[in-house]
């Protein structure tokens, strides 16, 4: 640790010098581009080296880069700085990373230098993950891909692989995932990048079922990347992963300590909250409260609180108030859950803000292009129509039949656009009800407790039977809140969404509810998943109201390249001819249905129950 800290001073103190010396070469007529290369090699470095851990020093430097670049004036040295710019933008400000990475990538379209065209794509592709634009960010991988093995840039060849499989896994398309992770993994190897190996390695190990297989790829993941240099962010983020599969809480303890000491030799804050924060947990387990406080009270918490993170600070908070509720202290706990509610919220607001700042960017500069290619367009179609004037009557009849079926088109899709705005609203609404209702639970159950123990009972044991129901109730309504939000709905396969909300309205209602699905396990994309989730609760909620005595059926099966949803109840039904066009419930099942591409009939009559079919396009992976 000393000496680390020595080797930053030093590089400190070097970088100081190299600025005075860059600064005076800038004014010197005497001195050669040779000299100012040599600057811009030791400015590449430092920024390299401090952009993780001393952020503002590392952009100091790059501009630095920025003014030698602009003296000598040659494409090479002025998209390396560009670039520099980008990534030490990248971690505070990422539309202004963003605004240099493409300015780099300009410069290397235009003068034809392709060895840098790899590593620029990659990190504007992570910009667009960023902004959550999946489709943009994979585009941008494809063609880093075709440039890293054209420039035989292997290293990055394989992290494009690497990036495209976390994208796929997150959207849990997990068969693309594996085959993209085994592509980075045999490249690496064959071209004995370690590092890439490793991380490779560490990515196949999600696929193990036997905790044993998963625990052996992971040992073999840190041996590859141990013998790379700069890789502890790595290795520190595989013993965590380790840490989580382990039942004994020593064991775990073990790894998240190991994982502590690479976060503090490194200088990696965020993984050294996360190791404090599932130590306190791995305490917890073993019934040690007084050391699970000192990591977040002495360590943890401070930290956040040190860096200003509000996300940090949050979970902190609620680790903590758990650790206050093992020990007794209801009220504090309730008190620490306020605190972590308030920083949740501030983190929230901060992620959103830069998150727009970063899609105003990126359509910004989208605009941007798109005019110039207008202008080019326009005199070129001048140039047409000088020399095809003989068929203007054909293409301005043409034009005319092209204009009346594109606006019928654009009022599809402005049809189709408002109907995903109005429900990606509703989505958000949902979610943030689920999180205010995850947190209130928390709270209530909390207080409830708290007053209860300060109650004097005739019976202990009515006491803790009390205590016993008031948590279940409380783990029940968290469940049910986890599916309400579309971000937790993503840890639940399609079968566990339907068949855990028919299971919540049951046990709510008291209705009967069968629910059906298919022998073979469906693969449904997530907006699919999403919007017959959102459909079968719309139907179920109208259950609760009007089947008081009755039975209500769900029945999900696949039949000619069809996913079909059958409802039916033997409620009080209604009359169709009577009833509004634009009910909202009815509205949002059929709009949904129309998202994705399908229809949705419904049949009901008064005192003779209600039944709906919803048919979407569907093809069975084989």
Not at 363 to 383: A, F, G, S, Y
Not at 395 to 407: S, T
């Amino acid at each position: 640790m000393k000496v680390k800290k020595i080797s930053l001073v030093l590089s400190l103190l070097f970088g100081l010098a190299l600025t005075i010396s860059a600064r005076t070469s800038l004014t010197a007529k005497e001195t050669s581009n040779t000299a100012l290369r040599d600057s811009l090699k030791i400015l590449y470095t430092l920024v390299d080296n401090l952009k993780v851990t001393n952020n503002t020093t590392a952009l100091k430097y790059a501009k630095q880069s920025m003014e030698i670049a602009s003296r000598i004036n040659t494409p090479d040295v002025l998209i390396s700085s560009c670039y520099l710019m980008g990534i030490a933008f990248n971690k505070f400000d990422k539309d202004s990373s963003y605004i240099y990475l493409r300015k780099a990538q300009q410069l290397a379209d235009n003068s034809g230098i392709s060895e840098k065209k790899p590593m620029i794509l990659y990190t504007i592709s992570m910009l667009y993950k960023a902004a959550q634009d999946y489709k943009g960010a994979i585009v941008l991988l494809d063609s880093c891909i075709y440039y890293a093995a054209a420039t035989r840039n292997y290293s990055l060849l394989s992290e494009a692989y690497n990036a495209i499989g976390n994208i796929q896994y997150e959207g849990q398309d997990k068969t693309d995932a594996k085959r993209m992770y085994d592509s980075a993994y045999q490249i690496a190897k064959l071209h004995n990048k370690y590092k890439q190996m490793g991380v490779s390695l560490g990515n196949l190990a999600k696929f193990e079922k036997l905790p044993a297989n998963y625990i052996k790829l992971q040992k073999e993941a840190i041996f590859l990347l141990k013998k790379d240099r700069g890789v502890e962010e790595e290795i520190a983020g595989i013993l965590i992963n380790l840490g989580y599969s382990q039942s004994n809480p020593d064991s775990a303890l073990y790894y998240f300590s190991t994982a502590l000491n690479l976060a503090k030799n490194g200088n990696l804050s965020e993984v050294e909250m996360g190791a404090y924060n599932n130590m306190a947990y791995s305490y917890l387990d073993k019934g040690d409260v007084v050391m699970a406080e000192n990591c977040l009270i002495k360590h943890a918490i401070p930290l956040a609180q040190r860096l200003d993170n509000n996300d940090w600070m949050s979970t902190l908070y609620d680790t903590y108030a758990d650790v206050l509720s093992a020990r007794g202290g209801f009220k504090e706990a309730l008190t620490w859950q306020k605190k972590a509610l308030k920083e949740r919220g501030k983190a929230d607001k901060k992620q959103a803000f830069e998150q727009v700042r970063l899609l105003a960017a990126l359509l910004d500069l989208t605009n941007k292009e798109r005019e110039i290619l207008v202008q080019k367009n326009k005199l070129q179609t001048t140039q047409l129509w000088l020399v095809v004037s003989v068929l203007l009557i054909i293409g301005f009849v043409f034009i005319l039949f092209w204009l009346q079926q594109r606006n019928r088109m654009k009022l599809n899709r402005q049809q189709i656009t408002s109907a995903r705005q109005i429900i990606e609203m509703e989505e958000s609404e949902k979610g943030r009800t689920a999180r205010e209702l995850h947190d209130i639970t928390g709270q209530l159950v909390m207080g409830i407790t708290g007053e209860l123990e300060n109650l004097e009972f005739p019976d202990n044991s009515i006491k803790e039977e009390i205590k016993g129901k008031i948590k279940e109730l409380g783990k029940s309504i968290r469940l049910i809140s986890h599916r309400m939000n579309r971000a937790m709905m993503e840890h639940f396969s399609f079968e566990e969404l339907i068949v855990g909300q028919c299971e919540d309205v049951q046990r709510l209602t008291g209705i009967p509810i069968t629910a059906e699905m298919p022998a073979e396990p469906l693969v449904l994309p997530k907006e699919v998943v999403l919007h017959l989730y959102r459909i079968v609760q719309e139907l179920l909620t109208n259950a609760g109201k009007y089947v008081k005595d009755g039975q209500v059926s769900v029945r999900i099966s696949t039949l000619n390249n069809e996913l079909h949803l059958f409802y039916s109840d033997n409620g009080q039904g209604f009359d169709m001819k009577t009833l509004k066009a634009d009910s909202m419930g009815l509205m949002n099942i059929h709009e949904r249905a129309k998202l994705l591409g399908g229809k949705a009939k419904v049949n009901s009559a008064p005192g003779d129950g209600t039944s709906w079919e919803i048919a979407i396009p569907y093809i069975q992976k084989k």
